[in-house]
């Protein structure tokens, strides 16, 4: 099979070569411009490899002359067969123009690639696991410098040291998609020391597969950056034994110092002391990635339309997860008639009100009463204001 792939793909090449020099195969139609025109005439006064290059990915690819001349500087072909070859790969692997076209503005330099021996056994081995086209366009058009590592001494041993982490192809493929310079970077680089870090701090293996399988990302840095984020969560109290350590110590990768001082200003703003903020980052993580207006909308509904204390909130994080007008809005409509009409007696404790699912919301605020019809209404209605 991939000998034949192979032997084909190359026999495309100079197919194409011979009898295709506008590149009817794969090609943009451009306007034509003066600054274009007078490229073509440069490149046919100056007949070199790069003004080849560049002329063909200003005819191809869509390039503008200068981004073309650029990346030329880095190509070695002087005819259409090897880059032609390269896209009939692509195309074959189930690639779309755009998808192709992406990977090549991205990083041109993948025309040069050898296509025998530098793609088609990175395509294949990634089949072999269990990727499909998709999988393999969606990790190749977000970090081409993939198709350029050793295969052997690299990208099999990533695949391969994720998957023993990991115990799965199906999360291996999922964690490249994540983040794609997984399968870049060897395992001793970034991967490993992070989680030999995570294992010396005592986070459980299946927590740190966990994190690895859902935020590979976090991972993927200096290994003492990691260790000092590892640090601050734990001094907050965070035991590396619960599954709310590894996401906070996501969380405190992905916000920037800035991010986390501004946050914790919002905060404060409603009388959260900083040992509340972390009191409430060690329950719920995510409290920390919610943006500020999502913050100020959520703190001042439940403090001023549902007299909540801030304190509550500080103890019950959870409660900033759902949206205002899909979630607190139209419940807090419903139960405010309920209670109009001394249907219910006292309200609600706040976080089943509001973090119950929308069967259970349902079966205990709207179906038990006579009044059915009318709460459904009432909060459809409201519902359907928020979209």
Same mark, same amino acid.
């Given at each position: 099979?991939?000998?034949?792939?192979?032997?084909?793909?190359?026999?495309?090449?100079?197919?194409?070569?011979?009898?295709?020099?506008?590149?009817?195969?794969?090609?943009?139609?451009?306007?034509?411009?003066?600054?274009?025109?007078?490229?073509?005439?440069?490149?046919?006064?100056?007949?070199?490899?790069?003004?080849?290059?560049?002329?063909?990915?200003?005819?191809?690819?869509?390039?503008?002359?200068?981004?073309?001349?650029?990346?030329?500087?880095?190509?070695?072909?002087?005819?259409?067969?090897?880059?032609?070859?390269?896209?009939?790969?692509?195309?074959?692997?189930?690639?779309?123009?755009?998808?192709?076209?992406?990977?090549?503005?991205?990083?041109?330099?993948?025309?040069?690639?050898?296509?025998?021996?530098?793609?088609?056994?990175?395509?294949?081995?990634?089949?072999?696991?269990?990727?499909?086209?998709?999988?393999?366009?969606?990790?190749?058009?977000?970090?081409?410098?993939?198709?350029?590592?050793?295969?052997?001494?690299?990208?099999?041993?990533?695949?391969?040291?994720?998957?023993?982490?990991?115990?799965?192809?199906?999360?291996?493929?999922?964690?490249?998609?994540?983040?794609?310079?997984?399968?870049?970077?060897?395992?001793?680089?970034?991967?490993?020391?992070?989680?030999?870090?995570?294992?010396?701090?005592?986070?459980?293996?299946?927590?740190?597969?966990?994190?690895?399988?859902?935020?590979?990302?976090? !991972?993927?840095?200096?290994?003492?950056?990691?260790?000092?984020?590892?640090?601050?969560?734990?001094? #907050?109290?965070?035991?590396?034994?619960?599954?709310?350590?590894?996401?906070?110590?996501?969380?405190?990768?992905?916000?920037?110092?800035?991010?986390?001082?501004?946050?914790?200003?919002?905060?404060?703003?409603?009388?959260?002391?900083?040992?509340?903020?972390?009191?409430?980052?060690?329950?719920?993580?995510?409290?920390?990635?919610?943006?500020?207006?999502?913050?100020?909308? !959520?703190?001042?509904?439940?403090?001023?339309? #549902?007299?909540?204390?801030?304190?509550?909130?500080?103890?019950?994080?959870? =409660?900033?997860?759902?949206?205002?007008?899909?979630?607190?809005?139209?419940?807090?409509?419903?139960?405010?008639?309920?209670?109009?009409?001394?249907?219910?007696?006292?309200?609600?404790?706040?976080?089943?009100?509001?973090?119950?699912?929308?069967?259970?919301?349902?079966?205990?605020? !709207?179906?038990?009463?006579?009044?059915?019809?009318?709460?459904?209404? =009432?909060?459809?209605?409201?519902?359907?204001?928020?979209?």
């Amino acid at each position: 099979m991939f000998y034949f792939l192979s032997k084909s793909v190359l026999q495309y090449g100079r197919h194409t070569a011979a009898v295709s020099p506008t590149h009817k195969h794969f090609s943009f139609q451009l306007s034509p411009s003066t600054i274009t025109i007078r490229f073509f005439i440069s490149t046919l006064e100056n007949p070199n490899k790069h003004s080849f290059a560049a002329s063909y990915l200003i005819s191809k690819f869509g390039f503008s002359p200068e981004s073309a001349l650029s990346a030329s500087k880095h190509l070695n072909f002087t005819t259409t067969e090897k880059p032609d070859s390269v896209i009939h790969i692509f195309k074959h692997y189930g690639f779309s123009q755009v998808q192709t076209l992406k990977l090549v503005k991205k990083y041109p330099r993948v025309l040069s690639c050898n296509p025998e021996k530098t793609l088609l056994p990175k395509l294949e081995f990634f089949h072999s696991k269990g990727m499909s086209n998709n999988d393999i366009a969606r990790i190749l058009c977000t970090y081409p410098h993939i198709l350029v590592r050793s295969l052997e001494n690299c990208i099999t041993l990533n695949f391969n040291f994720l998957g023993n982490l990991l115990q799965s192809n199906d999360k291996t493929i999922a964690a490249a998609k994540r983040y794609s310079p997984i399968l870049y970077h060897k395992p001793d680089r970034f991967l490993k020391p992070c989680i030999d870090i995570l294992e010396e701090y005592g986070v459980p293996k299946k927590h740190i597969a966990s994190l690895v399988h859902r935020w590979p990302r976090s !991972v993927m840095m200096s290994p003492n950056y990691l260790r000092r984020i590892v640090e601050k969560v734990r001094e #907050m109290g965070c035991d590396p034994l619960k599954p709310q350590f590894t996401t906070a110590v996501m969380v405190m990768s992905l916000l920037s110092e800035s991010g986390w001082e501004r946050r914790l200003g919002v905060y404060k703003s409603w009388g959260w002391s900083e040992e509340d903020v972390h009191a409430a980052f060690i329950k719920e993580p995510w409290c920390m990635m919610t943006s500020d207006d999502k913050i100020m909308a !959520v703190m001042d509904f439940l403090v001023n339309n #549902m007299d909540c204390e801030p304190s509550f909130i500080v103890k019950n994080p959870y =409660l900033l997860k759902p949206g205002l007008k899909t979630t607190f809005i139209p419940r807090a409509s419903v139960v405010h008639f309920l209670l109009s009409k001394q249907l219910i007696e006292t309200k609600p404790n706040l976080v089943t009100l509001f973090l119950c699912s929308e069967k259970m919301f349902l079966e205990k605020f !709207v179906y038990r009463f006579e009044e059915a019809p009318q709460l459904l209404k =009432l909060y459809g209605d409201q519902s359907n204001l928020s979209k």
